[in-house]
């Protein structure tokens, strides 16, 4: 009995297997996040270019970059952070970018792309973006200034959290004192590190997960979040309100590239295209809720998401805002503050 | 009786507290928002949840199989003959308890690439196959320890040829030894994340992965409490039914 059904399940795995690999359709291969596309987009492109889209899934940049590094193939299209494709381009991981193939490229935010690191296109397109901000409970606290100022307010001591990220929380704190989130100036950082030593000893502690549950249930009052999550906490309790800090804040990008083992180069640069042609993009961002840098699409959103500041940033404030870049040797600096503050009483 | 009672809760509640969950209309579990199945229903029209599942399925069952017959093969080495040759062996056996999964892995992806294999299904079933036997063999050998081979001279006394020995002597009586590092090889096989990260290829992703993938951008984490609920419906059933197969034989 036993065995018949194991042999069943195998035959049934099997035959799964062939008929995936029976259709002669091209596939192209896309190495992402999971749920980080709208299913109905893939499925019109599978129809109109006559292909098939196999996605698989890695859940961090380092652990997906390691595994390349090690010569892992068969992929033709990868969407990664953008500070780890800065890293990829520099070891000769990447195909530029031939932009003839994507004339959608028009409609990107030519504002966004002063921000990024790859400014020209040559190797990676933007994909998403979102940011770090300021989330609390609206009816529990009082005159929130947006600012990162917050966090020395006395009368929520022991309600609120800072990202257990030394980039993002050093970063918070050097924004705050008016400096670059990039600093790479000792005298900068030091005055950072006593800034969020003093935030330390007024916040509950620093979060990178649990902070979403404890904002849901009003456990904590105010929080240091990635836009993302926070729009996902607000699904759960209306009472969450989002600002962007006025000093600045982080942003972050995922960025399609193509790497250099890709075996359907063409059909990686159709897919960049379809998925920035406007209404595609604008689907897309119905759907994840991260913001697509594609003009044609902002006027295509519904009113709800262009009025959602998880989507959307202060253009002000977005100009103050800067990406989280590599700061070469100075990453020891920053550790070696991270690690005073995590000693601190 | 307490602490058991202590014991048995702390082992339970987290289970109880996911398949509850399960049927909260919150997405995070901080609070009770009203009973609702909208998770099943996204679960069912997950397609790469179900995917990643079938893929699971097939190294699970596959790694588990050739496992329990090579890992029982290796015990049986390791039991009769106590040669250098052996010994060696028994060190090879055992590297893989010890090594870091990391480790595997990443040694694992080098010799697939080096070989030139295409990553795929294949690589992580030669990947789990070579872990899930070293849990076999070392259940299986910790039987034959005990195992009365006077039973096997007794059987070759009355007439029995190798072959009858081997099926209806040895292998009924160590059945329990090769089930219980098959079962082993089973678990460890379906929730391996490490290693299987690093020797999966395209089209290849398992359930463990694409869950951690989930974790950074997924609007859908909740279905994974609602999948982990059927799944435990379906180890229960399994069990309590086999549980009365086995009652029923012997009445």
Redesign the interface.
Same mark, same amino acid.
């Given at each position: 009995?036993m065995k018949k059904l194991?042999l069943g399940? +195998?035959a049934l795995?099997l035959a799964?297997?062939m008929a $995936?690999c029976g259709a002669g359709k091209p596939?192209l291969?896309l190495?992402t996040? %999971? #749920? =980080?596309v709208d299913?109905a987009l893939v499925k019109k492109f599978e129809k109109e270019f006559g292909c098939r889209v196999?996605? #698989? *899934?890695? #859940?961090?940049n380092e %652990?997906m970059y /390691? !595994?390349l590094q090690? $010569? %892992? *193939?068969?992929?033709d299209l990868i969407i990664p952070s953008s500070y780890m494709i800065k890293t990829m381009h520099r070891q000769g991981m990447l195909l530029p970018i031939d932009k003839s193939l994507i004339p959608n490229l028009a409609y990107i935010d030519a504002e966004h792309l002063t921000h990024v690191i790859d400014k020209e296109m040559d190797h990676s397109v933007p994909y998403m973006i979102g940011h770090t901000g300021i989330a609390y409970l609206g009816s529990r606290v009082d005159d929130v200034e947006p600012s990162w100022a917050v966090f020395d307010r006395e009368d929520l001591r022991g309600r609120v959290t800072l990202l257990n990220d030394m980039r993002e929380t050093i970063g918070a704190a050097l924004k705050f004192l008016g400096y670059s989130i990039n600093s790479v100036n000792e005298q900068e950082l030091a005055e950072a590190r006593d800034v969020v030593i003093r935030w330390k000893r007024n916040i509950a502690k620093f979060d990178n997960e649990q902070y !979403?549950? $404890?904002l /849901?249930?009003g %456990?904590f009052l105010l929080v240091q979040g990635y836009s993302?999550d926070i729009a996902?906490?607000m699904? #759960?309790n209306e009472d969450i309100v989002f600002v962007s800090p006025r000093e600045g804040t982080s942003i972050f990008s995922d960025d399609f590239v193509i790497p250099a083992t890709a075996q359907q180069v063409e059909l990686a640069h159709a897919y960049i295209n379809f998925m920035h042609d406007p209404e595609n993009a604008a689907a897309n961002i119905e759907y +994840? /809720? =991260?913001l697509c840098p594609n003009t044609g699409a902002y006027d295509l959103l519904s009113d709800e998401i262009k009025e959602d500041p998880t989507v959307f940033m202060d253009p002000e404030i977005r100009n103050k805002s800067e990406f989280i870049d590599d700061v070469g040797d100075a990453l020891a600096l920053y550790s070696r503050m991270w690690d005073q503050i995590k000693a601190a009483e | 009786m307490f602490t058991t009672v202590l014991v048995l809760l702390f082992f339970y509640i987290p289970i109880l507290l996911l398949v509850l969950n399960s049927f909260n209309a919150a997405r995070f579990g901080g609070q009770w928002e009203g009973f609702t199945l909208d998770w099943y229903v996204r679960l069912f029209n997950d397609g790469p949840i179900w995917t990643a599942l079938r893929n699971t399925l097939i190294i699970a069952v596959s790694s588990t199989l050739v496992s329990m017959v090579l890992g029982t093969l290796a015990a049986f080495a390791l039991h009769r003959y106590n040669t250098r040759l052996q010994r060696i062996h028994y060190t090879l056996i055992y590297t893989p308890l010890v090594v870091p999964d990391i480790l595997m892995g990443m040694s694992l992806l080098l010799f697939f690439v080096a070989a030139g294999l295409q990553l795929g299904l294949t690589t992580i079933f030669l990947a789990h196959v070579s872990f899930c036997i070293s849990y076999v063999a070392m259940v299986v050998l910790a039987r034959l320890q005990d195992f009365d081979f006077s039973v096997i001279e007794a059987s070759q006394d009355l007439g029995a040829g190798w072959w009858d020995t081997t099926w209806r002597v040895l292998l009924p009586m160590l059945a329990p030894g090769i089930a219980a590092g098959g079962l082993l090889a089973f678990t460890l096989s379906i929730d391996d994340f490490v290693i299987t990260f690093f020797v999966s290829g395209p089209g290849s992703t398992t359930l463990p992965i694409r869950i951690y993938s989930m974790m950074k951008h997924s609007r859908n984490m909740p279905i994974i409490n609602a999948l982990s609920t059927l799944l435990l419906v379906v180890t229960f059933i399994a069990v309590w039914s086999s549980q009365r197969l086995t009652r029923e034989k012997r009445t």
């Open positions: 009995m194991m399940v +195998i795995g799964g297997i $995936g596939r291969h190495y996040w %999971a #749920d =980080y299913p196999v996605i #698989d *899934t890695f #859940d961090s %652990a /390691a !595994k090690a $010569g %892992a *193939t068969g992929y !979403k549950v $404890g /849901a249930s %456990a993302g996902q906490v699904e #759960d +994840i /809720a =991260y | -």
